[in-house]
């Protein structure tokens, strides 16, 4: 991932060239990946007074062949289509590109599209490995150009209120930041060889940067969360949002120090690769973030999913004069030592209108979600399962005497403990990983100790040619 001097100085010289929007142009968009949560994209856009959704980018012809029906009948218009995002960089009449594409690609095509003068937003977690995000954070310093984090609750006005009470001591000292992911994920089935790719799928580019090996699970689409070459499990794809809401609540700008996560991929055997359960702990100085991952229900046979203190997919942050619920991504309830509610703010935010703002402006610094806080934020995610994958099998009593020295590590892992009990998941069949605890320094980003050669592996990540950063291949 190293930028060459041919590199700096193309970067450099990138930001002049980039369109200058006057008060009465059209901001012109181009969004790529429109399956699911691009389509959101395209709506949340098009929705925007002074702004035009020019281009729709995706590899799967049906899915962009439905999506041009859509536009058209709802917008009466046609965009320009691509399936190759280096013809959307490439259309001059295009400012800024929008990623909702599988996590793999999101890193390289911001860095293509800054690369080619234009504005980004892209969704989380912005990188799929720690250099990828350091990288886009890198590009559009040299740049100057907009690059927004889709970590949306950073714009939820209920949120930044909640947040500036923690900041300003509303429950004391904070002791422990808690996420919190519990979100159903049963089994993808498991498959005995090579799965068909589906017709009108280019697989050459959706592999993109990936190694392009056969499928070897039954969905291409959406399941590739749960596999290492393309996806972060369910830390990077919801995790990302409770992760980045604990960091914000904590105030902590840079990795922390040291890192240790464990768990595994129980209940069922699928072809599924990343956890189903575990719990990382990122050893800040303010205060320890500690983050839980559940994707079993509450007991074996149940629909519900576990709740603590009022959050399933949320975060509770603990102080010394309370906690604090934060139950979605626009509402929070603060409450004192005996459970008394204090205070609670509600209230959501256009993530989209802030990006537009910042490009009106040419002013990154009105993004509420710059790409340098989701890059941390999406590391946090990486962090954990880098020492999750590091590490090797271990019975529970193991786990437990290894994070006894930590109050909070140590509740966390027994509530694991009873989660997995309930669900009839036995850990002397399938046991539970210890992940290596990772040294970090956090001002350079770089792995320290005897694991830093194994880490630095994983947090580089690969990038096939001529899918690499390296410039547009």
């Known amino acids: 991932m190293n930028v060459s001097r041919r590199e700096v100085l ?14 009465n142009d059209d901001l012109r968009i181009g969004v790529v990946g429109l399956r699911s949560r691009g389509w959101d994209h395209v709506t949340g856009f098009a929705a925007l007074p002074g702004v035009r959704v ?51 690609w999101h890193a390289l095509m911001a860095i293509w599209a800054m690369q080619a003068g234009k504005h980004v937003y892209v969704e989380k977690p912005v990188s799929h490995s720690i250099r ?9 310093r040299r740049t100057g150009l907009v690059v927004q984090a889709g970590t949306q609750c950073r714009s939820s006005t209920g949120l930044q209120d909640a947040i500036a009470f923690l900041r300003a001591g509303g429950l004391g000292r904070i002791t422990v930041a808690r996420g919190l992911c519990y979100k159903p994920r049963p089994s993808i089935g498991r498959v005995d060889g090579d799965q068909p790719i589906p017709d009108g799928v280019d697989y050459e580019l959706w592999c993109g940067p990936a ?42 700008a840079s990795l922390p120090p040291a890192t240790r996560a464990w768990g595994g991929r129980v209940g069922y055997v699928d072809d599924g690769e990343t956890p189903n359960t575990m719990v990382v702990v990122h050893e800040y100085a303010t205060a320890p973030l500690v983050f839980e991952v559940r994707g079993l ?27 604090m619920s934060i139950p979605s991504y626009s509402e929070a309830k603060a409450f004192d030592r005996d459970g008394k509610l204090i205070s609670e703010w509600q209230g959501g935010g256009d993530h989209y209108a802030n990006f537009v703002d910042a490009v009106r402006h040419k002013d990154p610094g009105r993004l509420t979600a710059p790409i340098v806080e989701g890059h941390v934020s999406s590391a946090l995610c990486h962090l954990g399962n880098v020492s999750l994958r590091l590490g090797a099998p271990a019975d529970p009593a193991a786990i437990a005497e290894t994070v006894a020295g930590d109050v909070a590590a140590s509740e966390a892992h027994a509530r694991m403990r009873e989660h997995l009990r309930v669900n009839a998941v036995d850990l ?6 210890l992940g290596r605890r990772l040294r970090i320094e956090p001002s350079s980003e770089a ?26 291949g």
């Open 447 to 472: 792995f320290l100790g005897e694991d830093a050669d194994a880490a630095e592996a994983l947090a580089r990540g690969s990038h096939r040619a001529p899918f690499t950063m390296q410039g547009r």
């Open 132 to 140: 990828e995000g350091r990288a886009i954070v890198d590009w559009q």
């Open 211 to 252: 190694a392009k090996a056969p499928l070897r699970r039954k969905s291409l689409h959406y399941d590739w969360h749960w596999v290492w070459s393309t996806g972060n499990g369910d830390l990077g794809n919801q995790g990302i949002h409770q992760m980045d809401i604990c960091r914000w609540a904590l105030g902590e």
């Open 297 to 323: 229900p509450r007991a074996t046979g149940a629909k519900e999913m576990d709740r603590f203190l009022g959050a399933s997919v949320g975060c509770v942050i603990h102080g010394e004069g309370g906690w």
């Open 10 to 23: 193309f970067g450099a010289a990138l930001a002049p060239f980039a369109r200058v929007l006057g008060g």
């Open 54 to 104: 020019v281009a729709l980018c995706d590899v799967d012809r049906a899915v962009l062949g439905q999506r041009v029906e859509e536009f058209q009948k709802k917008y009466g218009a046609t965009p320009r289509t691509c399936a190759d995002v280096r013809e959307l960089c490439d259309m001059p009449d295009v400012d800024a590109i929008s990623i909702a594409t599988p996590n793999h």
């Open 428 to 433: 002397a069949a399938t046991p539970l990983a």
